[in-house]
């Protein structure tokens, strides 16, 4: 490559760019800053999104949830609400059934019913959210079981006292035996252990790991026929009765992997509509789908790289403005080396190659010493910071690097135009 | 390889290399115009040794850059080899500085960070030849005028002699049709011209076509015409058979 005639320029480039060393090094800093942030900037921002995507997988990308919410005129009413009134809002039994039965491409659908209980086995006792679901919940939300089996369909047909305990709280209640078989009293009630989770590793959500280590599970139709409709909440003395049927219902859609997305979007879009048509009066659920709030989250990344790509580009235009400025200075200074290339027999495109490759060279250098330091720096941030993660992808430092390159072209193109346009009479008598 | 080469070929002694035809080059200084050279006709055969004499400002740098190539008349016309300079453009001009003209400066005008043997492969590369060839035609020039064992040195290590000894082997390492020398010597004390002249007296022998510029007479002595410009025209050309500008003098 150092043998062609290209080769020859490019060398020649080096030499020109070693006789001023320090300037040449000066020059080279503007890129090497510029192509340090991009690199580092696309790194930061491809660790926001990619921490992003890994929150959403967890909670499944091809799910939909409902969750039950207080409407805000009852948090109004609850004021002056007589003591003993009864609130009743939230996701209903027959939505769940009018899920199931209207809307299409959907896999399972999870009812889930969450009781505050004083679970007690023998002298020990614990608080506990009692979750009352179907079979299948496990899989939607991630759990393992340790021993023993998750919740069956004849356990919700019979409405059997059966209780799936979380991995801590199975040790809280039973530390010297092994739970499954036992019998355990949710506040008034007695319900069997038939399984236990096992404990949450690292990895899993805030959420998933609180479910895994002290809910337990029972049946919703147990929940209901055990519990009643309505719970009560003691909260700073206040005494509160809410009737609500389901707390939440996860919808998982199916389809391939191409149609999923498609699927999931048209699937939120039929459950609003049917949702809204079904609680007219009051708003008291709400719709969260983990794609859309991806989708939303991506488009925030991109454009945050937008800007962020956009003040990276500006300090690179700066870097060139500063190599421009100083090939001027170099075409100037290098005259009368001009005028003795072109008596020799150069042509005005020699010329132009000459100092357009040396402008090149510099930018490439400044923008390939731009790429180390980008690289160095995000891997340092990443080490460093707990709070921020840097992904380096190639893509990133060959996109740094090839603009660094057109930095080069492009404000290389002028000053080797000028030293190409000298009149060589005019270049000889150069002092 | 240029349109203009081909009528440069050939080996006939008394074929007219270069004819100026009523040539002018006028520089246009704001209102007032000057005539740097004003109506020059002139023929010049191919092996001639010419002297250009003149007073400074007489129009003798002028007519040599026209000669070479790196200028164009403002009128007239410039045959170089029969061909009409006027039609050939930048490049073609460009190649035939590089393929058939040499030139030798007062300064010498060589490249500061270039060696000594990069400095005569320049216009090599400008060819387009293989590297090889290249460096080894510098080496043989570089020992011809006795600087082989220079060659990695910089001009700025060098003596003035030492340089212009540089920038004649450069202007022969293309084996040019034309050498033109532009006060070659004006820059050297009197040993070191005399090595220089010798150099080019040399290339005279062997039969190349040499232009000189000078202002001394005993180095126009050694031509074998002398053109003497005065004001930008032609004064007179002595013919000097017996290499005595004296003798035809008066
Ligand atoms: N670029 C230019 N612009 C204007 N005038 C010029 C230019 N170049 C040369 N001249 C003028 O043309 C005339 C001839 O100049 P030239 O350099 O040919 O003289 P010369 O005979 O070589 O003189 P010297 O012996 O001092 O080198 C001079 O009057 C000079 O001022
Ligand atoms: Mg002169």
């Not at chain 1, 760019?17 to 040449?24: D, E, I, T, V």
């Not at chain 1, 800093?29 to 999104?49: D, N, P, Q, R, Y």
């Not at chain 1, 930018?363 to 921020?388: E, F, K, N, P, Q």
């Amino acid at each position: 490559m150092f043998h062609g005639p290209l080769g020859r320029t490019i060398r020649l480039g080096i030499t020109n760019l070693k006789l001023h060393l320090l300037r040449s090094i000066l020059t080279g800093l503007g890129i090497l800053f510029g192509v340090a942030a991009v690199i580092l900037m696309l790194a930061i921002t491809e660790g926001k999104s990619e921490t992003a995507l890994r929150q959403f997988r967890e909670l499944g990308s091809n799910t939909i949830v409902i969750v039950t919410k207080k409407p805000p005129e009852m948090e109004e009413e609850q004021q002056s609400a007589s003591f003993f009134s009864v609130q009743d809002y939230g996701i209903e039994y027959a939505d769940c059934d009018a899920i199931v039965k209207t809307l299409p491409a959907v896999k399972v659908v999870v009812p889930v019913r969450t009781i505050p209980k004083l679970a007690r086995r023998g002298p020990r006792t614990a608080s506990v959210p009692v979750f009352g679901t179907v079979p299948g919940y496990d899989g939607i939300a991630g759990l393992v079981l340790r021993e023993g089996r998750f919740l069956a369909r004849r356990d919700l047909e019979r409405k059997n006292n059966y209780a799936v305990l979380g991995a801590k709280i199975a040790r809280t209640l039973f530390p010297f035996e092994t739970p499954v078989g036992k019998t355990i009293r949710l506040g008034t009630e007695s319900f069997r252990v038939v399984g236990v989770l096992s404990s949450p590793d690292q990895a899993s959500s805030s959420q998933a790991a609180t479910l895994a280590a002290d809910a337990v599970l029972v049946p919703v139709s147990a929940a209901r026929a055990f519990f009643g409709e309505t719970t009560t909440k003691t909260t700073g003395g206040a005494r509160e009765i809410e009737a609500i049927e389901l707390h939440t219902v996860r919808i998982e859609v199916e389809g391939t992997q191409e149609e999923l997305n498609a699927n999931v979007l048209a699937t939120a879009r039929a459950l609003r509509t049917l949702m809204k048509g079904r609680h007219k009066k009051k708003e008291d659920y709400q719709i969260i789908v983990p794609l859309e709030l991806l989708q939303q989250q991506e488009e925030q990344a991109r454009n945050w790289q937008i800007v962020l790509g956009f003040i990276a580009g500006i300090s690179l235009v700066i870097g060139g403005i500063g190599i421009m400025n100083v090939m001027l200075a170099t075409v100037t200074e290098r005259t009368r080396e001009i005028g003795i290339r072109r008596a020799l027999g150069a042509k005005r495109k020699h010329i132009v190659a000459q100092f357009l490759v040396e402008t090149i060279v510099l930018s490439c250098g400044g923008g390939l010493a731009g790429v180390l330091v980008g690289v160095g720096g995000a891997t340092l941030i990443d080490y460093a910071r707990d709070d921020v993660e840097a992904i380096i992808r190639w893509e990133f430092a060959l996109l740094a690097f090839s603009v660094s390159a057109l930095v080069g072209m492009v404000f290389g193109v002028y000053p080797a135009w000028r030293a190409a346009q000298m009149d060589p009479v005019e270049a000889l008598r150069h002092e | 390889m240029t349109h203009a080469a081909s009528p440069l070929e050939g080996d006939d002694e008394s074929e007219i290399l270069v004819k100026l035809d009523g040539v002018e080059r006028h520089y246009q200084m704001g209102t007032s115009t000057v005539r740097a050279l004003d109506g020059v006709d002139l023929e010049i055969r191919r092996g001639d040794h010419w002297a250009i004499m003149g007073r400074s400002g007489s129009g003798k740098s002028t007519m040599l850059n026209l000669l070479g190539c790196l200028d164009r008349p403002t009128g007239g016309e410039y045959y170089l080899g029969g061909t009409p300079v006027s039609t050939l453009d930048d490049d073609a001009l460009s190649e035939i500085r590089g393929e058939r003209i040499g030139f030798v400066f007062q300064s010498f005008n060589l490249i500061p960070q270039l060696t000594v043997l990069e400095n005569l492969e320049v216009p090599l590369f400008y060819q387009g030849g293989a590297p090889a060839v290249a460096r080894k035609r510098a080496e043989e020039l570089a020992a011809r005028v006795g600087l082989d064992d220079r060659l990695d040195h910089r001009p700025p290590e060098l003596s003035g002699g030492q340089q212009q000894r540089v920038a004649i082997a450069r202007s022969l390492i293309n084996d040019p049709l034309i050498v033109l020398a532009d006060e070659a010597t004006g820059n050297l004390d009197s040993n070191t011209e005399m090595e220089i002249l010798e150099l080019l007296d040399d290339l005279a022998k062997e039969g190349k076509t040499i232009i000189l510029v000078t202002h001394a007479e005993e180095v126009a002595e050694r031509a074998r015409k002398i053109l003497i410009l005065v004001d930008g025209k032609v004064d007179r050309i002595i013919e000097n058979s017996d290499h005595s500008v004296a003798a035809s003098k008066n």
